[in-house]
Every structure is written in C-alpha cells, then in structure tokens.
C-alpha cells in the first residue's frame, strides 16, 4: 500500500493497516533520496520534532505524532541483530536509531505504536542502473524473510 505524504492522511492509513488487516507485523519502505547503494535498517521511531511541512503545506500539532504518546517505541525486530546477520551483493546495509523527522518517522512511530512495537522501517535508495526495481525487491525480500524468522515464522 502507497502512503501520502501527509503526515495526517498517512497516520489514518496506518490505523486503518493496523485495525482491518491485523498484520502480525508492518514493514514500512522509504525513500532515503540522499543515498546512493545503501538500505537503512531503522529501529525506532521518535513521537516529537515534526516541524517540516509535508506537500500540503500541514505538519502535526505541536510536532507530535501522538500526543498520549511514549517519547520513542523500539521495534520488536532487533534490527542490529539482522544487519549484522544478513549481506546483500551489491548494496550497503546499515543499522540505524534515527529516519528523520519528515512523513517516513512519522509513520514508522505511528505503526509501532497501533501495532505494539510489531513494525520495521527500511529505507532504500532510489531506482538506478545499478539498483534496479528487481535487484530492490529481491534485497527486500531476503530482509523480510529475516523479520519473519525473528518473528517465529515459517518461510514458506
């Protein structure tokens, strides 16, 4: 599912994620445009610091995604477990505690707290002619897979 980029109408749609479809667990892709070969493993979302406006001109009240909200939720996926234990030919992987404060954190929070911690968050760089839409998506699927390993599921 492709979210807006408004951080009102994404937060609705990660509700709706959470509240109809009750996913064992959410991951989230992002845009990092400022990357060229690296894929980003974030580990927590951060509830406050949403200054920047998205492309309707809005950003949250007070800069807070919740307002009953905790300052930070970690993601049940250790995420520097998995970047230590997975490598992908051909592309950077990279753990990190911060996405930002623009649409990709504010989701990332807002899933984490609907769905109790049970998200992830990946930022990939943009298309290429070395990072193609297939070389993405199988990347994407071998980290997944991982996920679903550390969530006790079954590759099927």
């Known amino acids: 599912m492709q979210l807006p980029v408004v951080y009102q109408k994404a937060k609705e749609k990660v509700f709706m994620i959470w509240t109809t479809l009750q996913p064992r667990l959410s991951v989230h892709v992002g845009l990092a445009s400022s990357t060229k070969a690296i894929i980003i493993l974030e580990q927590c979302g951060k509830n406050k610091g949403y200054q920047e406006m998205d492309v309707c001109g809005s950003h949250p009240e007070g800069g807070c995604c919740m307002l009953d909200g905790p300052e930070k939720i970690e993601s049940t996926i250790n995420m520097k477990t998995l970047w230590k234990n997975i490598s992908v030919e051909g592309i950077d992987i990279i753990f990190s505690r911060d996405a930002g404060r623009y649409i990709c ?52």
């Open 105 to 156: 954190d504010y989701t990332y929070y807002a899933s984490l707290y609907y769905g109790n911690g049970r998200a992830a968050f990946i930022h990939v760089p943009p298309l290429s002619k070395s990072i193609t839409a297939d070389f993405l998506g199988k990347a994407l699927q071998t980290i997944i897979l991982e996920m679903l390993e550390q969530c006790g599921e079954q590759r099927e």
